[in-house]
């Protein structure tokens, strides 16, 4: 079972920057794909971003492409989300993810997740 812990959410001005990490602890990380979701007061939640196990293949929202960007490091267990050019409706909290599936854009295909960041972007 892993357990995952997100990291590096708080507040910032539109058009500034945060990067999100999420800490992967048991089981066994790189074999895992990873994805980040977000979900603001009164929404579903949405997807954001996703990362093949390999790190060799990205997917992104098309409401974050050209913005945010997803990595990971096998070494350190660790998959990041740096934002770039953040906008208010970016505020939500921000989830971390993992699946071995290859549903990456639906919450229901991950079968592990974090406890949540939040993110709040002021105009």
């Known amino acids: 079972q892993v357990q995952l812990v997100e990291s590096g959410g708080g507040l910032v001005q539109a058009g500034g920057s945060l990067r999100l990490s999420c800490a992967a602890s048991r089981g066994t990380f790189s074999a895992y794909s990873m994805g980040w979701f977000r979900q603001a007061p009164g929404n579903e939640r949405e997807f954001v971003a996703a990362?093949?196990?390999?790190?060799?293949?990205?997917y992104y929202a098309d409401s974050v492409k050209g913005r945010f960007t997803i990595s990971r490091d096998n070494a350190k267990n660790t998959v990041y989300l740096q934002m770039n050019s953040l906008k208010p409706e970016d505020t939500a909290i921000y989830y971390c993810?993992?699946?071995?599936?290859?549903?990456?854009?639906?919450?229901?295909?991950?079968?592990?997740w974090g406890q949540g960041t939040q993110v709040t972007v002021s105009s």
């Open positions: 993810a993992a699946t071995l599936g290859v549903s990456f854009n639906y919450a229901r295909g991950y079968s592990y």
């Open positions: 990362i093949t196990w390999t790190g060799d293949n990205t």
